[in-house]
């Protein structure tokens, strides 16, 4: 098999994306504004039930996104998402923001675009992307920079090939992400149903007094959990392991000592706010997020809804980088339920997480056995 290197700016164009105003934006909604959150760190595409903003204003429809095309993250919005490419999964549903850059364009003769897509999740070209970003706080790119990317590519018919191969992998993946965001839905329906609607077991029998359920307290946050900055791990001290490293926007890389205990609740401080996460092992969180550093009247899975069901982005008070004011948070007053009610809700969660989990380790092989594969087709060492 007979491979040549050829710059990228030779064989693609990358379009802007509109300044989409956030005046317009709504909770729900036709079509989705997409950002650089709607990335994994590794690559592909990320749906996020109950995050995603919806759009309510005028919309051009040359930047509504169809089926199949090809988006890059051209803002590193998080830690390890600069120059992550992504296939977008359904026509006439998300919409082409500013901070994303469009391939409209892919020489057929020179690139498969499923093959392109595989191309910049790779280290090499993300590694170029990156060297290549401007800025201090936030980085980006620009099309000009991803044009001088150079990459080593095979024969168009191989190419496809390969894509063919290593999406296989990809699509079991997203099949498994689909059901792990269902149950992770199901558990969120049922804390707004018990504890925002106020419609839990019992509710008919239940007096409420100045929309206080008996049994109930209304309390501060930090009454009931404690929000810590996290540590620094500068890139270059970070060793191989399996510890997973969270940043603001969740997992951004992995290191070989853990510097908190599991479970645990991890949100944005700096960069990207109101994204809360679960965490099933020891971690360590950055400096760039915020971790509950102890849980007093809740439990870890209780404290997950609960911050995501407090809008976090409303505590910013950063200037250019947004930054989420902790003692601001933990000023708000909210309601606790009685302990039985806690525990009757994280009888049914640490379920429906487990089942989670068990999903996200099938596809933590299936992620091992493609990237065994892919370097190895890419080599030439295997046909597709």
């Given at each position: 098999m007979s491979w040549r290197e050829i710059a990228l700016g030779s064989a693609i164009h990358v379009k802007h994306g509109f300044?989409?105003?956030?005046?317009?934006?709504?909770?729900?909604?036709?079509?989705?504004?997409?950002?650089?959150?709607?990335?994994?760190?590794q690559g592909g595409f990320r749906s996020r039930p109950g995050k995603d903003r919806a759009y309510a204003g005028d919309i051009p429809e040359a930047f509504i996104l169809d089926e199949g095309n090809l988006i890059v993250a051209m803002t590193e919005q998080g830690e390890g998402l600069l120059g992550s490419a992504a296939l977008i999964p359904e026509a006439n549903r998300y919409l082409h923001n500013q901070r994303?850059?469009?391939?409209?364009?892919?020489?057929p003769m020179q690139l498969d675009k499923r093959f392109l897509y595989l191309l910049f999740n790779t280290r090499s070209v993300r590694s170029?992307?990156?060297?290549?970003?401007?800025?201090?706080?936030?980085?980006h790119t620009a099309p000009e920079r991803i044009y001088r990317v150079q990459v080593r590519v095979p024969d168009v018919r191989v190419q496809a090939e390969i894509a063919d191969a290593v999406l296989a992998y990809d699509d079991l993946i997203d099949n498994n992400r689909r059901r792990m965001a269902l149950l992770e839905e199901s558990a969120r329906l049922l804390y707004n149903e018990w504890f925002l609607r106020l419609r839990?077991?019992?509710?008919?029998?239940?007096?409420?007094v100045d929309g206080v359920p008996q049994g109930w307290d209304r309390v501060p946050l930090e009454d009931a959990l404690v929000l810590q900055r996290g540590f620094d791990l500068p890139t270059q001290e970070?060793?191989?392991?399996?510890?997973?490293?969270?940043?603001?926007?969740?997992?951004?890389?992995?290191?070989?000592?853990?510097?908190?205990?599991?479970p645990g609740v991890v949100t944005g401080r700096s960069?990207?706010?109101?994204?809360?996460h679960f965490v099933a092992e020891d971690y360590w969180p950055l400096n760039t997020a915020l971790w509950v550093k102890e849980f007093k009247r809740v439990t870890p899975l209780f404290a997950l809804f609960l911050l995501r069901s407090m809008d976090l982005k409303q505590y910013n008070g950063g200037a250019s980088v947004p930054t989420l004011d902790r003692k601001s948070a933990h000023r708000v007053e909210i309601l606790i339920p009685s302990k039985q009610l806690i525990r009757s809700f994280d009888?049914?969660?640490?379920?429906?997480?487990?089942?989670?989990?068990n999903l996200e380790s099938q596809n933590q092989k299936l992620r091992a056995a493609r990237d065994l594969l892919l370097p190895r087709l890419m080599s030439g060492d295997l046909i597709a």
């Open positions: 300044a989409f105003k956030g005046e317009f934006f709504a909770d729900q909604g036709e079509h989705i504004v997409l950002t650089p959150g709607n990335f994994h760190e994303l850059g469009l391939v409209d364009f892919v020489d170029q992307i990156s060297g290549s970003a401007s800025g201090t706080k936030v980085r839990f077991p019992g509710h008919e029998h239940t007096p409420i970070r060793q191989e392991g399996l510890v997973p490293i969270y940043g603001s926007t969740g997992v951004v890389g992995h290191h070989h000592q853990a510097k908190v205990a599991a960069g990207t706010l109101g994204s809360v009888d049914f969660a640490a379920d429906t997480f487990k089942q989670i989990k």
